[in-house]
Nanobody, 121 residues
Framework: QVQLVESGGGLVQPGGSLTLACAVS????????YTWFRQGPGKGREFVAY???????FYADSVKGRFAISRDSARHTAFLQMNSLKAEDTAVYYC???????????????WGQGTQVTVSS
């Protein structure tokens, strides 16, 4: 079993930055791809970014150049650094884990509970 706990959400002004963390409880941290999804008000859940077991990363076009995903094996944590935030980034952000690489679809094996990010002045 893998448990994921997100943290770091909050209220930020447009143009600001936040870093989300996803603490992963598993002995096999290195065997999983970690992915961030988000669900905005009245919208479906959408892919944001993943970091594969090989450390290869991939981003949705809407966040490319503004967000950066990383993973820290020593701390068993995945991160999402979010810069130049916009109102449309407002959403609940979810961390997910799967043994498969390169998936942008929602069929992940493990999910966290989510953390709210609100971008507003």
């Amino acid at each position: 079993q893998v448990q994921l706990v997100e943290s770091g959400g909050g209220l930020v002004q447009p143009g600001g930055s936040l870093t989300l963390a996803c603490a992963v409880s598993t002995r096999d941290f290195g065997r999983y791809t970690y992915t961030w999804f988000r669900q905005g008000p009245g919208k479906g859940r959408e892919f944001v970014a993943y970091i594969a077991r090989t450390n290869e990363s991939f981003y949705a076009d809407s966040v490319k150049g503004r967000f950066a995903i990383s993973r820290d094996s020593a701390r068993h944590t995945a991160f999402l650094q979010m810069n130049s935030l916009k109102a449309e980034d407002t959403a609940v952000y979810y961390c997910a884990a799967d043994r498969s690489d390169y998936k942008t679809s929602l069929d992940y094996d493990y999910w966290g509970q989510g953390t709210q990010v609100t971008v507003s002045s």
